[in-house]
């Protein structure tokens, strides 16, 4: 079970850290990424790490201001998010999956996700 954390409610600039932990003992050896929707809109990849943490894929929207991280010893996935926008706003969703690739449908398992509000 993956489990998102973290979001809230920040002013445009700030900084949020969002964080992911899986229950399964095999959270090592999947790559794992972030993907976000706002209302009306598709799910929008964001950002993906693979099993190792050598490989790291950003979206250019995020690029230079989001970090993405895991800890294999806490079974965690974490996202930085700094010089937050307002077009940031969205609900922030973890996935698992088995390379860490851009497109929703390559991640086989979900978490609920975590809601981000960047106030202008």
Do not use: H
Not at 60 to 65: A, E, F, H, L, W
Not at 81 to 89: A, F, G, R, V
Not at 110 to 118: A, D, P, R, S
Request: charged letters at 20%; proline letters at 4%.
């Amino acid at each position: 079970q993956l489990q998102a954390s973290g979001g809230g409610l920040v002013q445009a600039g700030g900084s949020l850290r969002l964080s992911c932990a899986d229950s399964e003992r095999t959270f090592s050896v999947y790559a794992m990424g972030w993907f976000r929707q706002a209302p009306g809109k598709d799910r929008e990849f964001v950002a993906a790490i693979s099993w190792g943490g050598g490989t790291k894929v950003y979206a250019d929207s995020v690029k230079g201001r989001f970090t993405i991280s895991r800890d294999n010893a806490k079974n965690t996935m974490y996202l930085q998010m700094n010089s937050l926008k307002p077009e940031d706003t969205s609900v922030y969703y973890c996935a698992r999956g088995p390379r860490a690739v851009t497109p929703p449908e390559a991640y086989d398992y979900w978490g609920q996700g975590t809601l981000v509000t960047v106030s202008s």
